[in-house]
Each structure stands twice: as C-alpha cells, then as structure tokens.
C-alpha cells in the first residue's frame, strides 16, 4: 500500500497528530504538535524536517506545518487503520477504550493490509449482525460481497479533497466534515453524513454556490461551507 | 353558526401538519382545510401560525399548520416552535407529509417525530411522480416497519385526502405506547439506556416527555434541551454522566458527537430505504425534466440573463399593472370621502366632523387599502416563483454577489422590489430563512428608493437643477444603495456579531405550481397586512389629522395647527442641514404618511397647491439647501405602511422602534454632510 515509501511509525503518529490539529485549528504550529505529544520542541522540529524532506509536510518559516498532499493521504491511512483497530477492540473484544486507545495506537503501524481488509469486513458483518434485530431485510444486503468491496475500495484509495475543489461531474464519499456548528448540524440534517455519497452537479453562473446531488436530491452550499466537507473521490 | 356550535360540543381533535419545506405542506393544509383558515404568528417570534378546520363524521378537527423544517433541533425559530407545539402542546396526531420522491432526507424529520412520541400518520405526498421516476415504494412495509399509518396522497390533485382524514381520526382514537427506537449502535445505546432510566426515575421528567427522546437530546447536547431541563429538579447527576459518556464515544470514534447521532439516524433511515423502494432504473441514468430546465436556467452564460429577466418581469407585473389599480382605489377614496364630505356637509354637521369623517378615517381607510395592489401582484409572483421552484435556483444564483455584500441570495428579491415600494419589500423577507439576514433585510430596505420619493425628486431637481435633474435624482438612489450596502455590514458587525448564516438550501424540482395555493397565499398576505399593518397606518393618519386640525378654527396644516407650531418648534434641529424652516418640517411630518405626500404638503404649506410651486420652492430654496432636503427625504424614517409592515414582521416594538431611530438619525446626519461640506466647497 505503501509502496516504494517506508515511513516509521514515529513518523506515522506525527502526521497523524499534524492532520488531527489540522482540522481543528487554521494553522499547526511545532509548539502545537509539541505540546500535543507532550515532548520536547526540538525533537519535533527534527521530526518535521525529516518529513519534509520525505515530501510529507511543508513547512514556510515563523513555524507554521502543513501536510502536503501525499502526507495527507498518508496521515488518512493511518487515522483509518487506527479506528478501525480501536472499534475491533472496543466493540468485539470488549477492551477498555483508554486501553484500546493505546494499543491501536502500537498496532496501527504494524499490521498488514491484508489483516486490515479482513478485520474490516469482519466489523462489517458484526455491524449488520448488531442491527439485524430492527431491519432484518433491510440488512442482508443482496450482495455482501459488493458492500465489502466498496469498504475496502475505500480504504485504498485516500484521494481525500474538499467538496469545493471538485469540478462538476466529480464526486465521492463523505469522510469527514469540519465545520462548525450550526451550519455543522444543517448539513449533517441535510443528509450529507458520513459515508454518504455526493457530487458536484453543478456551479453558479458567478462560481459560487456549488450545487450538490445527494441521496437523490440537490443541494446547493457555498464553497466556503463547501470547503469543510472531505471526500474521498472515486476514480 | 352550526359548525361553530359543533366545535364547542364536540371534543376537539387536534392534528398538527409537519413536514420538509417543498413537501406539499401547505398544499395538504389547503386541501384539508379549504377556506377555512386563519394565519396569525406564534407567540413572541417571527414565525407564521396558520390554522384551519375541517369537518369529518360530525367531528370537527383543528388543523394546525407547524412551520416546514428539515430536522427537530431548534436552530431557529421554525424548528423551535414546531418542536415545542408537538412537546408541549401534545397535538392528537401529527401528520407528517413525506415526499415520496425524496425519501431519505424526509424520514430524518419523521425518525425526530417518532422519536418524540407523536401520535404519526404519514402522508407519502406527491406518490405520482414516483412513476416518472422508475421508482415504486412500498407503503404496507414502510408502515410496517415504521408502525405508523401510511397514506398515498397527491395533494395538488386532492387525491388521498379523504383516506388521510379518515386513518388520522382512526389514530385519534388509538394513544400509542411504543415509539420507534433507532438502534444507534451498542455503545451508545449503551449511553441511552443509562440516562433512560435516570429520566425515568424522575417522575416529573418520565410524566412529561418521551424518555427515549429526552435521552437521546441530552446525548446529543440539544443546547435548548439541556436549558429547559434545568427548570427540573435532579436533573444535575444527568448531566454529570453525560459529560464523560460524550467524551468516551467521541475519542472512540473520533467523531463529534453530532455527527454520529446524525449519522446513525441517517443510517437506520437508508436501511429502511433499501427495504422499501423499488426502482426499476436508476434516477441518475436519464436527465430528468428538472435538469434539463436547470441546464438553462443556472447555465454559466443564460443564468444571469434569465435571472435578470425573471427578475424584471416580477418588477414591471408588481408596479406596472398595480399603478393604475392603486389610481383606481385612490380616486375610488377620493370621490367616497368628497361625496360623504358633501352630504355631511348638507346636513350642517360641524367642518370638524366633516374633517374627520372625509380628511381623517376615509383617507385613512384609503391609504392602508392603497397598498393591496402591489401586495396582491407581488405575492402572486412571489407564489409562483416559490412553488415552480425558481425562487431557490434565483437565490442559488444571485448569492455570490449577494453574500459579498454580507447579505444572503433570498434578500435580492426584496430589496429589488423595495424599488417600487417598500411595503411589500419587507413582507417578502418572509422568503429567508434565517432570522438575522432577514432582520438586515428588514433594516435596510426602507434605504432603496421607493417609487413615492421620486415625485419630491422630481419637484426639487426640477426646481435647481435643469439638464442634470437625471443625475441628480440617481445620484440619489445611488446613494440609498450604498448606504444599504454598508448599513449591512454595519449590522452584522455589531448587532449579529458571530452570528453566521449559511447557504444550506435545497434545490427542488420544477414543478407546476397550482392556482389554487397561489391565489390562498396571495390573499393570506393582502388580509394580513390589512389587519395587522393597517391598524398602524390608520392610527398615524388619524393622529396626523388631529395635529393639522387643533386647535379647533384653525386652518388645515397651518403654522396656527399643533403641526405648524411642532413644526416651529423642531425647525432649528434642520437648521445644520439647511432648511430649518417650519414648512419643511412640517413637509417631513407628512411625509411619514407617504412620501409623496412630502409634496402635497409644501403646496399647502406655501399656500399655492402643486402648480406653481416649482417656483415658490425656487424662492425659498437653494439647490444645496434643495440637495440636502432630498437626501433627508430619501432615508428619514420610513413612511407608516412601511412601518407596519416592519412590526408586522419583526413581530417586535423594539426593532420597529430602532428601525425608526436609525434612518432618521442617519437621515439627519447625511443632509448635515450634504449641507456642510457643499458650504465649505462654496456651492451654498
């Protein structure tokens, strides 16, 4: 998954605190991520020079760090593998979270991708066995093996971007939504949820709105709300 | 007279319509209550209340319109009032109208109601044009797994109506116990269960609201929620568990908790989707009637122009065809009150009383009738545009240039028509969702200059300024608009501080709009403002009468009148901007009746009527003096049907009131400006 690129694990929970701090604030500085791992300033701007070096983050002066695209991608891959390991802990073997927390943390960096697709579709059927109660229909999907394979098609491909860089006719799937509430809770109550596919039907005559397909009606948001919604594209 | 007495006999049933915005809400209200309808607000907010009645097997059913929300969470008013009427209120049954063409996003607002406890019955509207769409639903299952009635219901063609009538007073009859429970996933039904049986351990709590709902509210952080449930005793060791079990479930899965409560329900709702519907093509494959209309009307290059065109369209149909009409009632009044004044006077009745009968309550009764025909035409256009759909694709459209001014893409529509008149301008910010932009709407639009100011443009530009009279007057509505301009920034930066407003809008389907809903809405807003705005234009003419009359013997609007000597009384204030006489004052008090009225006035006032008074104004104005007069009539507080219109719609004194204050003070200071500096220029 990989490929030609190892990055140790050091280097792993560095992007990952970097894309975490990233969503949260305007602009990550050494000090954040210093205090966010509770280590020394030094050792994290040594870090973050070898990650650019690696082509993972730029950093302009005055301190400021950004992932660049392949280090976003990455930092992705890594947050993905963490929760899912930490739901597999929690939920089917019943480890305290706090635990769990840490151990997907150490495990996150070791295990293979093909572990990582079963654990998935396994979490997959747990979840549908889970909800089975209320829909037993509506679950047993007619093709399970399409459901995982779309799941697992999601974890390989990271080409994650905002909604508002999309051109019209691209589109994909939800991943993450940053904005701020209450516009948060509109778009959520408008359908675009986690996971949810979406796409760019169209743009304003002046650029701005954008308009949006989303479970089968149109939506319109501005770019800067627009800017707040991660998808993941679909190639 | 019987059906009154039946009301009082029969136990009423109250049923209570909710559902998404372009669902066919007001449609289904229309069809179910007919004529029988009465709009008024909800208490202490800006939101519309409309209820109705009907009668079924000797029953008689209260209808109550809620406000169309797209969700239950009381971010604005709409939300709020529609969750506190189904809470507090406990309507009999709730009929929730679902658009069958647009499932998913639909049912989260059902999943809310049934989460409440309401008594449901769901009326799966617009079924018709799930055929175009190669889609089927099946209604036994979904009210199957749903545990709610469903009814198929086409609204537009009145189909169903009778069967929905019918399944909501069966439900009447039947109290429900078991409310639907969206599994929200192990952990955090874990969360819910726990704090369920806190609430129910709270007798004053479990008596009140749906357990399971108040659960979930808490855990979600519902900020409304969690302040109404101070009120209660105990509720603290509640709050103590929920902090920790948020934290817990947000790190676990690194998501807030909004989301994941929105995620579940939407989750639970596209589980309930597959199960239901049946489609025999995908929609996506073929263009839809919608998208190929949409591929013009917001194309990149026939956008604007159809905009622009929509735009005018709506302009000259409001003012060209509502001029003469408002002529016709005019001279209607006119001739009422002189033939009443004659007879009055033929029978020896006192020149008071015939002043008042003739000058005060017939002219009064005229100027609030005066703006029905720009209200009727406006509404009428505005009900097209909001039912075809356009509205939404016109606001889509305009909100880029709209938001760069701090505004939102729905506020173009009135500050357009603020052109022709105010009046109507302000009741078409009813369009806009969010309570701040229209305020800012509201605030602002009295600085477009209306059609009643040009007639005093037209006397003083005429009077000084000859060939460049064209200028001057546009340098005048140019004005109004840059003051707008920053009179909204201004108020968003002060009085909305952080408050955001967003453009989260759905674009719906082109549809046919009926006549029926049209000519209803239509009439909703003309009668509305009659009552509610009419009441204060009718005080203000009748208080404007009393001033130009008293003491009694003296000449109407004289310098003797208790006008004329407030008039001298408030002169000097203007002095600063050059025209600090009593006429021009008393000029200006008028001019609160109607603008236009401003000239009338000075023709009484300089005692000559309106022939020669380009000349008496020459004599006794300079054209600084003239400029600066202008500037103060264009934006002093707006006139009284503008200021009935903005209490009608803030539903608020204090806005009415600041609304007043401000344009004035701004007025005085801008024909300050004007006078001062044109002084230091040399041009007095």
Redesign the interface.
């Known amino acids: 998954m990989t490929g030609a690129m190892t990055i140790s694990s050091a280097m792993q929970d560095y992007l990952e605190v970097i894309l975490e701090l990233s969503e949260k604030v305007e602009s990550v500085r050494v000090t954040d991520i210093a205090s966010r791992l509770n280590i020394a300033k030094a050792s994290v701007t040594q870090a973050v020079s070898g990650l650019k070096g690696m082509g993972l983050v730029a950093q302009e002066r005055y301190g400021l760090v950004q992932l660049t695209r392949t280090g976003r991608e990455e930092a992705i891959k890594v947050r993905n593998r963490h929760r899912t390991l930490r739901k597999f802990l929690v939920e089917i073997l019943g480890v305290d979270y706090r635990i769990a927390e840490k151990d997907a943390c150490l495990m996150e960096h070791v295990v293979s991708p093909q572990t990582m697709e079963k654990l998935i579709q396994f979490l997959e059927k747990a979840d549908r066995t889970e909800n089975a109660g209320i829909f037993p229909r509506a679950i047993s999907v007619k093709n399970p093996e399409l459901y995982n394979g779309e799941e697992v098609k999601r974890m390989k491909s990271v080409n994650t971007r905002a909604l508002s860089e999309l051109k019209t006719g691209e589109g994909g799937t939800v991943m993450r939504i940053t904005a701020k509430n209450p516009v948060r809770r509109r778009i959520l109550e408008m359908g675009v949820t986690l996971g949810t596919d979406i796409s760019v039907k169209g743009k304003a005559p002046l650029g701005d709105p954008i308009e949006l397909l989303v479970k089968g009606y149109h939506l319109s948001l501005r770019k800067e709300e627009a800017a707040h919604v991660f998808v993941e594209v679909q190639q | 007279m019987e059906a009154a007495q039946v009301i009082k006999k029969e136990a009423q049933v109250v049923v209570a319509l909710a559902g998404n915005p372009n669902s066919g809400k007001t449609t289904v209200f229309n069809s179910l209550t007919g004529a029988r309808q009465h709009v008024g607000n909800w208490p202490g907010v800006t939101v519309e209340k409309k209820e109705g009645q009907l009668f079924s097997e000797g029953k008689a059913v209260r209808v109550v319109d809620l406000p169309g929300t ?2 239950l ?1 009381a ?1 604005s008013e709409d939300e709020a009032v529609a969750r506190n009427y189904i809470l507090l209120e406990k309507p009999d049954v709730v009929i929730n109208i679902v658009d069958a ?5 639909n049912l ?1 607002l059902t999943t809310q109601l049934l989460e409440m406890g309401a008594n449901v019955v769901i009326a799966l509207n617009m079924s018709d044009e799930l055929k175009a769409r190669q889609m089927e639903i099946d209604m036994k299952k979904l009210s199957e ?1 749903l545990d709610v009635p469903v009814v198929r219901t086409v609204a537009t063609r009145n189909q169903g109506m009778k069967e929905l009538v019918n399944s909501v007073l069966q439900a009447a009859k039947t109290k429900k116990k078991e409310f639907l ?1 969206v ?1 929200y ?3 955090m039904e874990k969360e819910l269960t726990s704090l369920e049986k806190d609430i129910l351990s709270n007798t004053k709590l479990a008596e009140k609201f749906s357990s399971r709902w108040l659960a979930v509210k808490i855990l979600e952080g519902d900020e409304s929620v969690l302040n109404e449930l101070i009120k209660y005793a105990g509720p603290k060791q509640i709050f103590a568990g929920r902090e920790d079990a948020v934290k ?1 479930l947000e ?5 807030d908790i ?2 994941l409560v ?2 579940r329900r ?3 709702i596209s ?2 989707a ?2 239901v519907i049946k489609r025999r093509k995908s ?2 494959d073929r263009a839809s009637t919608s998208d190929r209309i ?1 591929s013009i009307v ?4 026939l ?2 122009p159809v905009f622009l065109l929509a735009m005018w369209a709506i302009f000259q149909f409001t003012f060209k065809i509502g001029d003469p009409l408002i002529g016709l009632v005019e001279s209607l009044f006119e001739w009422f009150g002189g033939a009443v004044m004659a007879w009055l006077e033929s029978l020896g009745a006192a020149e008071l009383l015939i002043s008042l009968v003739g000058d005060g309550i017939i002219g009064g009764v005229g100027s609030v009738l005066v703006f029905i025909p720009p209200i009727f035409l406006l509404f009428f256009a505005i009900s097209l545009l909001e039912d075809s759909g356009y509205m ?1 694709r016109a606001a ?2 305009v ?3 709209m ?1 760069s001014l701090g505004l939102h ?1 729905k506020s173009f529509i009135p500050l357009l028509v603020g052109f022709g008149c105010n009046t109507p301008a302000i009741m078409a910010t009813r369009t806009l969702e969010n309570k701040n932009d229209r305020l800012i709407t509201i605030l602002i639009n009295p600085l477009m200059s209306c059609a009643a100011r040009l007639p005093v443009y037209v006397l003083f530009a005429g009077a000084f300024f000859g060939a460049r009279q064209g200028m001057v007057i546009f340098s005048l509505y140019l004005l109004g608009i840059v003051l707008a301009i920053i009179m909204g920034v201004v108020f968003k930066r002060l009085l909305f501080k952080g408050e ?1 407003s ?8 082109y549809r046919i709009p009926t006549l029926k809903s049209t000519f209803i809405h239509m009439w909703e807003r003309g009668s509305a403002f009659i009552r509610k705005a009419g009441t204060i234009i009718f005080a203000v003419v009748i208080l404007v009468w009393v001033l130009s009359s008293l003491p009694a013997g003296v000449e109407y609007a004289s310098q003797g009148s208790l006008l004329g000597r407030i008039g001298g009384f408030v002169a000097p204030i203007f002095s600063p901007a050059g025209f600090g006489t009593w006429e021009a004052a008393a000029a200006l008090i008028f001019g609160v009746l109607a603008k236009e009225v401003v000239v009338g006035t000075l023709g009484v006032v300089y005692g000559i009527g309106e022939a020669g008074l380009s000349e008496a104004i020459a004599l006794h104005w300079t054209p600084l003096s003239a400029y600066a007069f202008m500037v103060m009539t264009l934006i002093y507080v707006p006139c009284m049907a503008v200021i009935g219109a903005i209490k009608r719609e803030t539903n608020s004194w204090g806005w009415t009131a600041f609304s007043v204050g401000y344009t004035f003070v701004l007025g005085w200071l801008m024909a300050v400006l004007v006078f001062q500096v044109g002084k230091l220029l040399g041009l007095g």
């Open positions: 797209y969700s969470s971010y063409t647009n499932l998913e996003r989260y797994l429970r599994n996933g192990k952990e817990r790190s676990m899965w690194g998501e909004d989301s929105a995620d939407y989750g639970f589980g309930l597959k199960e929609a996506a949409d917001t194309n990149r290059y956008g604007i939404a889509y459209i909100d880029r240039f938001h893409g955001t967003h453009f989260v809008m759905e674009l719906p389907p």
